[in-house]
């Protein structure tokens, strides 16, 4: 399968993604039935977000030809993924990337989110049966010419392990943060409330730290963020927002809640689910310099850099943990 038929498939199922048909709605559906934290509302987030910035004809186009794809790809390798499951098809760009590239690849899915790739990947078979060549899915990987994984700190030790003596790119936990001014507009903070709460907060891209200047007035921050005052209903976020609450009273630490989401102050870039860490700062310098240095920043919003509601709109060449994947993948 060359280039030109590749890109023609790819662009196909961006729009079979945005007519969001029956067979779509359904998939959909069962895959939120299967993970709690897949609510329609945010697996539609997802795809159609993949849709619009990785599947579109012309950003496709521009993709392969900055990286002077061959239009036939003379010696394919096999490549092992092994794909997460935090947020909704967070796996689809290391996928995108194989199947560009012209290597066949191996998918080992994330127990919490197999549905909908492969529902999509269907699709391409139906379409074209040479995919099923270039495209399998298992439940272990073994025999691959080099591999791509992600999970937490703790499998990435395994990873590591595992896959020493093949060509690798492992990916351990990472988290995006957010710079504040304190002259945000209502607007600004709105969507900052996107990028805290989108995927209610599980994914690396979220941010789940912000930096204030001293005296900073929070409450038209956490006005913004009752745009998201629904979550108080979805069970599983409001269980653990309720296990945070009682940690910081029955430790009585300094807490605010909007009542769905609990602002605590906290050295640490991670925080739990429902909660959004805050530290004071007196020079925005000093802060730049000390994210610069930190390995588990995915992304960083604020003046100067990441508007705010862009953290969790990757283009195709912002690529995780900075590793560029489809130039590793080249490079085979």
């Known amino acids: 399968m060359n280039l030109q038929n590749r890109l023609d498939l790819l662009e196909r199922l961006g729009q079979y993604i945005s007519e969001g048909n029956e067979e779509w709605k359904s998939a959909r559906d069962r895959a939120s039935r299967e993970n709690g934290w897949f609510s329609p509302e945010f697996i539609d987030l997802a795809a159609n977000r993949i849709a619009t910035h990785f599947l579109a004809k012309d950003k496709l186009a521009a993709w392969a030809e900055q990286y002077k794809i061959p239009a036939e790809n003379p010696q394919p390798k096999n490549v092992g993924i092994i794909m997460a499951g935090n947020i909704p098809l967070v796996g689809f760009h290391d996928f995108l990337c194989a199947f560009i590239s012209g290597h066949r690849q191996t998918i080992k899915l994330s127990s919490r989110d197999e549905t909908l790739l492969k529902h999509l990947v269907e699709r391409l078979y139906e379409w074209d049966a040479q995919t099923k060549e270039l495209i399998r899915f ?14 937490s700190n703790n499998s990435a030790r395994y990873f590591d392990y ?3 003596k093949y060509p690798h790119i492992i990916r351990r936990n990472r988290t995006s943060v957010g710079i504040l001014t ?35 007035e929070f409450l038209p921050l956490l006005d913004a963020f009752r745009k998201y005052n629904h979550f108080a209903d979805h069970n599983k976020y409001k269980n653990n927002y309720d296990y ?32 959004l860490n805050y530290e004071f700062y007196s020079d925005i310098a000093s802060v ?27 283009s195709l060449t912002d690529y995780a943990d900075g590793v560029d994947t489809l130039q590793f993948l080249l490079a085979l």
């Open 138 to 151: 298992e439940t272990m990987l073994k025999g691959c010419d080099a591999y791509i994984a992600t999970g």
């Open 288 to 314: 730049e310099q000390q994210l610069s240095n930190n390995g588990d920043i995915q992304a960083i919003a604020g003046k100067g850099h990441l508007p705010f509601g862009e953290a969790q709109q990757p």
């Open 182 to 216: 304190g002259n945000e507009s209502p607007v600004e903070l709105e969507k900052l409330a996107d990028d805290v709460h989108e995927y209610f907060g599980m994914g690396c891209r979220n941010i789940t730290k912000i930096f204030v200047p001293k005296d900073y």
């Open 162 to 164: 595992y896959f020493k």
């Open 244 to 275: 945070q609450l009682a940690v910081l009273i029955i430790n009585k630490q300094y807490y605010m809640t909007n009542d769905s989401i609990i602002l605590h102050e906290n050295p640490s870039v991670f925080s739990p689910i429902s909660q």
